[in-house]
């Protein structure tokens, strides 16, 4: 790939050719489609999370530098791709001739939005620091305008990079290809999460001494995010495939305590931008989250389970959550960077044994690649993808997927109207 490229032609100033075959992309394709479907193809699908810090030292380049501005930023997202897609077996990123590009900010994207301070490490991941110290603050706090901070740059960012992408000329073998730039994202990370972004750990502890003060803290990130969406939406009104939340702080408290605190802010934010979706409830989450399945199915309805924690026993996720949510996970990360091949071929065999007869399994990690896993042992997940095969999986999607679809239309109507303090 090169950049500005002499004698390309007008108009190119990026290309890239990928060495990656037509019949491939319709495999994946058609793995990927099945598995939506709760049915599978010739095996069960594999995924990874594999963000930019796994390819900057790959690239030798500081992690910092990724950042620097959209032009930047563009011209490597194209290269990690390449990189991903010819190096990388998996299913899920190379299912066409057009490969999908977007801002990206690590995890601090919307906690900065709302005022976390974030810091700029050379060569660590962007973090946050939180911003509100007390419960006084909290009580301050002001919902932010839908172009503050980070929000504001990923629209601009975006807007530059589709300029960008009508300059690129991309071919896959012989055939020509586009770039897309994804329309701006409604999901992100729950307002739980935010709040303890903005609060610290303190939040825990005030969820117990001011449950209160804190549900209108929470009422007022959800809102914020509502209005965030809502102006994505006006901005680029192209319909989304998806809509999910990520739920990280959440594994640590008690199922109790989710319902109060993330069930009804999570179950807002699905009822605004995830109906009619097929996957309009997705949610992430990692560490331990078995005693949350029941709350995650009856109460928040999931539609699909991402990236979920390794601790999670694969035979604890079927049992709870299979046949009823798509589950997409969840072999240990430290196990893929540190074990050898055939370790996390097993382990894949036994996830593959526990979750793929349940239908609408996606093998992938739970959760992140780290930086440093050798690819053999990311392949290590195909092969045993392969040599399970269709296995025991269910050929027809079960009925309990059916009666999901109308329990979640019915239920959502029912949560609004009986929730009314928490719906304004
Ligand atoms: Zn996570």
Redesign the pocket.
Known sequence: MSRRLEGEGHGVRFSLHIDYPAEKMERNQARMEARSRFQVADRVPVGFCLVPRYFTPLFGMKYQDFFKDAETQYYWQLQFLKYRIEHVPEDMICTGTTVSVYPYFD?VLDSEAFGAEVIWPENETLHTRPTIHSVEEMDRFEIPAPINGLWGRTIDWCQQMKGFARETRITFNSREGSVDVAPLSLGGLSPHMIAVDLAGIDFYMWQAECPERCHRFLEKITQGLIQRGRHFQEIDPRPRGAFGI?E?TAQIMSAEMFRDFCAPYANRLFAAFGKGLRDGRGV????QSAHLHQALVKDMLMSSFN?F?YLVEPKTAAKNLGGRTLLWGNINPMLMQTGSKSEVKKACRECLEALAPCGGFMLGDG??VCPGTPVENLAAFTEAAEDYGVGACRRHAPTVTVERKSTFSSRTRTEIKSNPRRSS
């Open positions: 995890n990520a990280d992430h989450m990692c560490g990236l924690g959760a992140n």
